[in-house]
């Protein structure tokens, strides 16, 4: 079975444009969640998404935003980009809502804003 | 709120020593548990979780985590470590009590685990 797969591997971005990721979750698991992790630290919880709805958000601006698609797939989409949003962005996915599913990472998409 | 605390930024140990990373956590109801690992530019890789069934968790790799209530700790340990134990590893808490936090993992600053021959 694929795991947790992640579009584009890398980026290179530049200040105030907008980027969009993307992430596949493992067949059969219908909860997604985002994480951006900035060198040196752990993840920080950006987004869950369960059945296509939001089920959780993060202390993030509302310059972040994501959708799920009816196929589980999700998008996380970033606009007006700073120096400070390069980072690694995580998705994750489980088979249910709740955390003691646990949860199966992706690689990970590497964003630079230069 | 839930939150991490990761005890010692880097770990250095010997090839077939015990090794001991520290995690203690903060929460505001029973919490879930987890251990991550992640390899140079790689995502993460779950270790072990606690989700309120045995207070001794084994996990992958020959690692074993303690939950204990009194103390607010969830140490991962290894009895002897292996060269290919060398990555960063984190903590992670989930109150999963609903409302904004449904499902949210909050982690720890990791731990960098090193080897020696």
């Known amino acids: 079975d694929a795991g947790v797969t992640q579009s584009p591997t890398h980026l290179i971005k530049t200040r105030g444009q907008q980027v969009t990721l993307r992430c596949s979750p493992i067949?059969?698991?219908?909860?997604v969640s985002w994480y951006q992790q900035v060198l040196g630290q752990g993840p920080q919880f950006i987004f869950q998404?369960?059945?296509?709805?939001?089920?959780g958000r993060g202390n993030f601006p509302d310059r972040f935003s994501a959708r799920q698609f009816p196929n589980y797939s999700s998008e996380l989409n970033v606009n007006a980009l700073l120096l400070g949003d390069s980072a690694l962005y995580l998705c994750?996915?489980?088979?249910?809502?709740?955390?003691?599913?646990?949860?199966?990472f992706g690689s990970g998409t590497r964003l630079t804003v230069v | 709120a839930q939150s991490v605390t990761q005890l010692g930024s880097h770990v250095s140990v010997s090839e077939g020593a015990l090794v001991l990373l520290r995690c203690n956590y903060s929460?505001?109801?029973?919490?879930?548990l987890f251990w991550y690992v992640q390899y140079p530019n790689q995502g993460l890789q779950l270790l072990l979780k606690?989700?309120?069934?045995?207070?001794l968790v084994k996990g992958i790799n020959g690692f074993e985590a303690e939950f204990k209530k009194s103390e607010t700790s969830f140490h991962l340990t290894k009895p002897s470590a292996h060269m290919s134990d060398a990555a960063e590893y984190f903590c992670?808490?989930?109150?999963?009590?609903?409302?904004?936090?449904?499902?949210?993992?909050?982690f720890g600053q990791g731990t960098i685990l090193t080897v020696h021959p």
């Open positions: 994750a996915s489980s088979p249910g809502d709740r955390a003691n599913y646990g949860y199966t």
């Open positions: 067949s059969g698991h219908k909860s």
């Open positions: 998404y369960y059945e296509k709805e939001e089920r």
């Open positions: 929460s505001s109801v029973p919490p879930y």
């Open positions: 606690y989700t309120s069934a045995a207070t």
């Open positions: 992670a808490v989930s109150e999963d009590a609903g409302g904004t936090s449904y499902g949210k993992l909050t």
